[in-house]
């Protein structure tokens, strides 16, 4: 069935946080209120390559959210929870330049990814999106976590790759991506080795390193096989979870970019919202038009 006429809905994952994260903007009766808070960037970014963005928040089932969305964005932010992974293995140091700290916690575990093709992809228990619909606000400090967050994207992702959405996993959301499916990170990549790639200081659009994409990928389809970004991560991808394929990296062998073969899933370690003229946003909206036209939204199975 043709869609016409309605722009794809885009959905873009949100953080909450205590009202006392604005200061002085809110009166002191909001002081135990929660904000949710997205970086304007990202809804600028898919309005003008064309799709209708939606803030997401928790306070719905994630299936039900998705279901009516065309497209989903795993946006940037905080560090993915130890808690929140697979239990890291050792270190592999011939997959490059990024060094591993070897540590890391259990990840609650789930099931087989629902699409059959990737691997254990976390289901939440409880939290945002499941059985217990509260989210404390909480403001995290630098290099913090945000657990309530994890559990919250990975309802949304999991939700999305049932459905079959086009996502794109943005910094954040390509961590995200590669734990769901079993994989493991880098812990820390200091400041000063390799391509310097924590750069939390300068403007967030300023183009610092290569990245080489793999001919005949997905991401070469959308950017060429080279191109210059912006890095604003200090962790990366150690082992590439089951099901997905590593697609570009950077000169010192970071990881830049993760796939799924077959699927229209793209996850950039960059920050494509802040880089003037960037594809990558087009290309979801494009990728959710395509499915629009293919027929009607199904719901996930429970």
Known sequence: MEVTGRRPLVGLSTRRWPASALGSA????????GVDLGIADYPAAIAAGGGLPVHLVPDAPAGELVACLDALVLTGGADVDPGTRVAVPPARPERGGARSSGTGSPARGGPGGPDGRGGPLLAPDGGPGGSDASWEPQLPEPGSTEPQ????E????????????????VCRGLQLLNVAHGGTLVDDLPAGDGDGHARFAGPRGERVHEVALDPGSLAASVY????RVNSLHHQAVDRPGDGLVVVGRSPDGTVEALEIPGRAVLAVQWHPEALAGDPAPEWLVAAARERMAGGDRVMPRA
Do not use: I
């Open 149 to 152: 967050r994890d559990r919250w």
């Open 154 to 169: 990975l309802a949304l992702l999991r939700a999305a790759l049932e459905l079959d959405l086009p996502v794109l996993a």
């Open 26 to 33: 809110l009166p002191p009766t909001y002081a135990g209120a």
């Open 224 to 227: 060429g096989t080279s191109l």
